[in-house]
């Protein structure tokens, strides 16, 4: 070997192994970073993932389950959030509601980072910023940026074909790590189906009555700006859609059934194997298109794309979207007010099992004083009340 080439062999190897070692440190800070949430002072205890599966202990999906109990009878509400952690306006509701909540009756359950392994990193390829930061009146609060899907690094390798259990329909390899395939889950299997396990232990034995997993889309999808409901749902789900199209949001909020056909969603299987009924929402977010420009933490917080809105001009999407974008106060919003809505039809038609809870502001008062002016400051809490997801 001429001494040129080893020089350009040692170099190569040289530069590599610091590039690596960047983006390796990188990789550290992102997925060991933790997000203080400073619970209201409802709060009545903080479970875990693993006081319902024990094998969750110690591992990244042990996460935090915030309970409220109000001490009155009634219905038992469940919030997911973060089930995909590349939908932000999800685990933000999710904390939103855990900080502001009051409750006079009933039970609220609130996960604000559900698959907190999908969480610590972000989608290969797609140049996802790592955080994003939300602007609040003392100080910046910062979020991991996440993927749809678990981390390779806690759920490795993945089938060649993803069988669902226990219905053995056959789905893509990789939906074996999306926490909305993995429902009902099984407790012998990797950490998506182990984690949808849990959260069902969770549903029958605090006896959930109704189940909110909140999401976002990309505009060219149909499922946007919609409740997707359990046959359970049905009347939570159409009172919901037609007041709040009718009398608050700028853009209708949709409803549509869930399909018996498609398996491993948390709108068909909590239904299908509890006493709870289950609904999703979703909301836009320009970010998942994939006619987006330049995929930064702006375009994640504002959803204002130009190249999505020339799509629009091309009637390619199924949401509208302006100049204005989407913004995280619409989207957190309209999760917010749409949650609210939702126990607040089902406290009327089940009398017996209300669920009253006030303190939270909705779609309107987050657009005015954005979503910021709700999240409190850890560093003024009392030390025994910052947890971390
Ligand atoms: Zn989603």
Sequence with gaps: MSNKLKYVKILTLLFTG??????GYDFHI?????????????????????????????????????????????????LLGGTHPEEPAANLTALLVAENLKIERGRLFVIIRANRSASTCTRMGEAYPAFYRIKTPWGTKVFRMGDRSSNPLDSWPDPEVYIHYPTRQMLAYMDFRNLNRCWPGRNNSAITERTTWAMMELIREEHIDIVVDLHEAELEYPVINTIV???????????TSMTLTAELFDVPLSMEFSPKALRGLSHREIGDHSDAMSLLVESAEPMLDRIRGITDEYLLMTGKDEFVMKAGEHRLLYSPIDERGWPIDVRVGRHSSTFQTMLQFFSSMYPDNQIIISGIPGYKEIIANSLG???????EAKEDNVYYD
């Design 229 to 239: 409901t359990h046959e359970k749902g049905e009347a939570v789900a159409a009172m």
């Design 18 to 23: 610091i590039f690596a070692a960047i983006s």
């Design 373 to 379: 002016t709700y999240l409190h400051n850890p560093q």
């Design 30 to 78: 992102h997925r060991h970073f933790k997000e203080p949430v400073v619970p209201s002072t409802a709060l009545t205890e903080v479970r875990h993932l693993s006081d319902y599966e024990p094998s969750l202990k110690g591992t990244v999906n042990d996460s935090n389950i915030y309970i409220f109990d109000s001490g009155v009878p009634g219905g038992t509400a469940l």
